[in-house]
């Protein structure tokens, strides 16, 4: 390790950062690695050694900023993942991690698609009773424009305490895509939830021709109710 190190920065090594340097309260004192552009003979081996993927993060530490970066915008990400864990990264690097780990998460679940779709397994054992519920919301895109992110909840009708009828468990699958693209995307989740096994299943939602095809798509004996919410804003 050492002499990879040495191969890579010489002999200036790490600058150790003085105690309270700037840094907010609960910041511990650490090390500035500087890794300068050494060419790809020394650099991938070097971040091998370290343990760091392309950002100059553990993979535990790239796991965490993606996780944050999903929830929030990626500067209100960047600047939470430097106060919990005393890490400094560039708003680029967030969005760079974000989207290659969101692109690696498609690639996957676009491979399981189709390993459904051509071996035809038997969906595994779930809740007795499941529901589940679609729609779409409009996002705004990166360059000005808008589009539909198409989002169907599912989860599992039991009684609670009190021997009212609730929810529980509750799961959730989005993608940008065409209704019926969306309709076999949806199959990495029905799959996983047994959808296909339930006793019983209600679908609510809205009368939309495209919820209708996702509703037959994979339950077509569903017992489908309507959500009269949106035909009541219509109508007024």
């Given at each position: 390790?050492?002499?990879?190190?040495?191969?890579?920065?010489?002999?200036?090594?790490?600058?150790?950062?003085?105690?309270?340097?700037?840094?907010?309260?609960?910041?511990?004192?650490?090390?500035?690695?500087?890794?300068?552009?050494?060419?790809?003979?020394?650099?991938?081996?070097?971040?091998?050694?370290?343990?760091?993927?392309?950002?100059?993060?553990?993979?535990?530490?790239?796991?965490?900023?993606?996780?944050?970066?999903?929830?929030?915008?990626?500067?209100?990400?960047?600047?939470?993942?430097?106060?919990?864990?005393?890490?400094?990264?560039?708003?680029?690097?967030?969005?760079?991690?974000?989207?290659?780990?969101?692109?690696?998460?498609?690639?996957?679940?676009?491979?399981?698609?189709?390993?459904?779709?051509?071996?035809?397994?038997?969906?595994?054992?779930?809740?007795?009773?499941?529901?589940?519920?679609?729609?779409?919301?409009?996002?705004?895109?990166?360059?000005?424009?808008?589009?539909?992110?198409?989002?169907?909840?599912?989860?599992?009708?039991?009684?609670?305490?009190?021997?009212?009828?609730?929810?529980?468990?509750?799961?959730?699958?989005?993608?940008?895509?065409?209704?019926?693209?969306?309709?076999?995307?949806?199959?990495?989740?029905?799959?996983?939830r047994g959808l296909e096994q339930a006793a019983e299943v209600c679908a609510v939602q809205d009368g939309a021709e495209w919820l209708q095809g996702l509703v037959d798509y994979h339950r077509a004996d569903a017992v489908r109710i309507l959500d009269a919410g949106p035909c009541r804003r219509i109508?007024?």
């Amino acid at each position: 390790m050492r002499d990879v190190w040495q191969a890579a920065v010489g002999e200036r090594g790490t600058d150790a950062l003085p105690a309270n340097d700037g840094r907010r309260s609960g910041q511990v004192d650490a090390h500035v690695w500087h890794l300068p552009k050494v060419g790809g003979r020394l650099f991938p081996r070097l971040y091998e050694e370290l343990g760091l993927v392309s950002g100059g993060l553990t993979p535990r530490g790239e796991e965490t900023l993606v996780r944050l970066a999903s929830w929030m915008p990626f500067e209100q990400a960047r600047e939470l993942f430097q106060d919990l864990v005393g890490i400094q990264v560039s708003k680029a690097t967030v969005r760079r991690a974000t989207l290659t780990t969101g692109e690696g998460a498609l690639a996957v679940c676009e491979g399981e698609v189709e390993r459904l779709k051509q071996e035809v397994p038997q969906a595994p054992g779930g809740a007795d009773k499941q529901v589940l519920s679609a729609d779409g919301a409009m996002v705004h895109l990166v360059g000005g424009e808008w589009a539909e992110v198409k989002t169907v909840v599912m989860g599992q009708v039991t009684r609670n305490k009190r021997g009212e009828v609730c929810t529980q468990q509750i799961s959730s699958f989005s993608r940008l895509c065409e209704a019926e693209r969306f309709a076999e995307a949806a199959l990495v989740e029905t799959q996983r939830r047994g959808l296909e096994q339930a006793a019983e299943v209600c679908a609510v939602q809205d009368g939309a021709e495209w919820l209708q095809g996702l509703v037959d798509y994979h339950r077509a004996d569903a017992v489908r109710i309507l959500d009269a919410g949106p035909c009541r804003r219509i109508r007024q």
